[in-house]
């Protein structure tokens, strides 16, 4: 028997006798405000790095920027303040000019960092009071480096003239995107530990809804951006008016690079037109259905946007968002238990897809200026993008489950900690099993044939019997007759060194 399975062990000075041990006193357990040095340190970095990241890279583009267009540098702790919240999708007001409209890439670029660098630091198995402490420590930096921002601004009032929407707005937009970066660095690593958090119980064909949504979503948006870079292409002999605002290269590079960060926003604005809805430009607007004539930036991003008037095949790109639908449809109904009565993987699909949209919708539009908002058409764009996705996953739901075969299922299995199964060993070191031993013993038993003869016994059953069971213990060869008194027995095994024959007792 293993030295670590038994129940009573040898002292070094004294052969046979057991001990008693006695386990620590438990203290009180740590509260939930008490890390550990190492884990604090974890989250500090959660905390800082991106922030001091994101802030690095704001003051370079800003003295690059200053440098080269000969800008005085006094003003540039409130442009490097006015950037940060701009990053953050925070409204600006340059002087009687309202800029709503903001670029996404340094938006999706800031909560991608701080998403990666939550995901590094969630532990194995985590507590809701460590994704707690996980998820402020996310938006610990950027609120703190906001209100830093907002007190610059307020403070260069009176000598630039840059305003901010306030610090409701500023705290507001920087707490959701932080907040989304946080569920999205946990649920890359902890599914299962985030979705324990929900009060109620999330079924099956949910889960499978959201998935068959995330991919819809990118289906669309990259149907959208092929349908952007084939306009540009088709629309290239408007790439000298677009530039003729530019003096030199140095206003040529600034308009290029600012054309790549309002790109996401044009590809937003192109999957609202493939499903029917119109963007808005101030009083004008772009639709498969018509065009309205209006004032537009001159701005070489804005190079795709059609002109009217709306050709009869443009009706045809309604097919996009249905396919884009079916598609996400078919999927479902080869792996969920979806069935005309109740397509409920089938809705949540189209209900995500559609709020994924009207979301990124929302982020890419905005106040510019004297033109106006600019952006698409919300309400047109929800009726639309869920009656597309809709429609068509329910047809493509009822096709796959009367003339497809099912997908094979797949079996997830829980995530374990290999750290868990290092003290569950069957054998110990000292433990060791003679095989040798064993073979000779086998061949022994083959060398030997034994009988199984038949034994006949005669028994009587004897159904009255006394439940109470008297059990006694005596000494081998006493004749004392034995009591009902409890014994106190204890099993002393005591460990012979190897190779000595004699038998303990």
Known sequence: ????????????????????VTAPPSGPEPGW??????RARTLL???????????????????????????????APAAVAATWLAAHQVPLTVGRTTLGLLPLVPTAVLVWLAARECARAVPNRPTPIELGWLTGAVLAGPLLMTAVCLAVTGDAAGVTPLESSGPIAAFGWVLVLY??????????RAWSSLCALVPVEIPEWAVLGARAARRTVLRMLGCA?????????VHLSRLDGA????????????????????????????????????????????????????HMPVLPALIPVPEGPASGWWAALLLVPLAVGVLGGIELGR??????????????????????FLVLAILGSGQLGAIGWVGVDLLMLVVLMVTWFGFGGFVGMVFARRFLAPAAPTEVYDEYDADDYEDDDYYDDEDEYDYEDDEDADDDEDAVEYDDPAVEVDGELVEDFDDDVEVSIAAPGSTDTPTDDIVDVEVVESDLPDGDETPGR
Not at 1 to 20: D, K, P, Q, Y
């Open 33 to 38: 405000w008490s890390l550990s040095p190492e």
């Open 335 to 356: 792996t969920s238990d979806d069935r005309p009565g109740a397509p409920w993987a089938t809705l949540t699909c189209a209900g995500l897809s559609t709020l994924t």
């Open 45 to 75: 970095l959660v905390a800082a790095r991106p922030t001091i990241t994101a802030l690095a890279a704001t003051v370079l583009l800003v003295l690059v920027v200053m440098l080269t267009t000969g800008t005085d540098l006094t003003s």
């Open 1 to 20: 028997m293993s030295s670590r399975n038994a129940l009573v062990r040898r002292t070094s000075g004294s052969r046979g006798i057991g001990e008693t």
């Open 243 to 294: 530039f003729q605002q530019a003096h030199n290269f140095t206003d040529v590079l600034g308009m290029t690079l600012l054309s790549l960060l309002y790109l996401p926003n044009v590809v937003i604005g192109a999957a609202g037109i493939l499903s029917g809805a119109a963007v808005l430009f101030g009083a004008g607007s772009v639709g498969l259905f018509g065009v309205t004539g209006g």
């Open 225 to 233: 951006a092929l349908a952007t870079v084939i306009s540009f292409f």
């Open 179 to 188: 907040l989304v970066a946080a569920a999205a660095g946990i649920g890359s």
